[in-house]
């Protein structure tokens, strides 16, 4: 069971480590063209910066998942180094839970948020709707939660190592 769900989290991980790497592709590629648009052909593109936006608030909420399962969560650092095994099992549970808490508020309030903006369409493009940048929290909270259930069975602590 821990296995399979350890390798369930391994590819909801890496596809959203993908997917966020996407949308940095696609950010950047428009914010080039919306330069070449404005200031070489100087004819804007209006619809370029509010798909930048919406690529960069996807990009964040699918590339915290990657974090989170590297064990870059709030911890106390000084706190974790000094203490014996037990304690330190202690403190994953406790700082697990305090993010498995915000990830819950993020995908409650983030669903009811993006249920909210099915009303308001986005400026340049004015048939689609906020729902599709708004839905990143909910999705992006979903990742997290299975990359922090993840990290809670197998923990890694890259944050700590790569610490100085």
Known sequence: M???????????????TVAACLMLTISASLGMLQI???FVLETPAEWTEVLIRFSLIWMVFLGIPAAFRQGAMVSVDVLYRWSPPKVRRVLDWVVSGAALTLMGVIIWWGWDYANRGRVQTMIGLENVT???????MPVGGVFCVIGILGNLLDPQRMELEAAQ
């Open 130 to 136: 906020m729902f599709w940048a708004y839905i990143a």
């Open 36 to 38: 070449i648009t404005r």
């Open 2 to 16: 821990k296995t399979a769900f350890l390798t369930f989290e391994r590819w909801t991980t890496g596809f959203s």
